[in-house]
């Protein structure tokens, strides 16, 4: 067994050192959850890591959020409660300041539901695709378009993100 996880950490330590830079971000953002029938919004903070080599760039990521918008269906207040996603994006950078990317993500969304005097509240995760765009205003700051399919739930974002 030691063998074996002192392989794994020489891997992980070779394959890291072959990206030509690595950067830890930060970004905020607005999403909106949307079906046919109820729209809600989101606000999120996520951190990441980019690792580049050449045009192009990986970034493991974790967003968190937490319900700004709800909506009414039928008489029931429907709300997010709250919104943890991990991702892989996995992006080209077209040029030097504008970048496309897919980004496929793992999220959990719980939400609540209340009408009369009652409430009840659940979750659920599921797996998500996405792709979006990425534009560099400054050496260490770019605005972001996200959209992603949820299993028939779109879920459109615009952010912020940081390089440090």
């Given at each position: 067994?030691?063998?074996?996880?002192?392989?794994?950490?020489?891997?992980?330590?070779?394959?890291?050192?072959?990206?030509?830079?690595?950067?830890?971000?930060?970004?905020?953002?607005?999403?909106?959850?949307?079906?046919?029938?109820?729209?809600?919004?989101?606000?999120?903070?996520?951190?990441?890591?980019?690792?580049?080599?050449?045009?192009?760039?990986?970034?493991?990521?974790?967003?968190?959020?937490?319900?700004?918008?709800?909506?009414?269906?039928?008489?029931v207040d429907i709300e997010v409660e709250s919104l943890f996603s991990a991702s892989l994006r996995a992006q080209y950078n077209v040029t030097p300041s504008f970048s496309v990317f897919l980004q496929p993500s793992y999220s959990r969304l719980e939400v609540e539901a209340s009408a009369g005097g009652y409430s009840e509240s659940d979750h659920s995760w599921e797996f998500g695709i996405g792709g979006g765009a990425s534009l560099d205003v400054s050496d260490n700051v770019s605005l972001e378009a996200l959209y992603e399919d949820y299993d028939g739930t779109d879920v459109v974002s615009v952010g912020v993100r940081y390089a440090f």
């Open positions: 067994m030691k063998n074996s996880t002192k392989l794994l950490v020489a891997a992980s330590l070779l394959s890291a050192s072959s990206f030509a830079s690595a950067n830890l971000t930060a970004s905020a953002g607005y999403s909106n959850i949307g079906d046919q029938d109820v729209d809600l919004g989101v606000v999120y903070a996520s951190a990441g890591y980019e690792f580049t080599n050449g045009d192009v760039t990986f970034m493991p990521e974790l967003r968190i959020g937490t319900g700004v918008s709800d909506e009414t269906f039928y008489g």
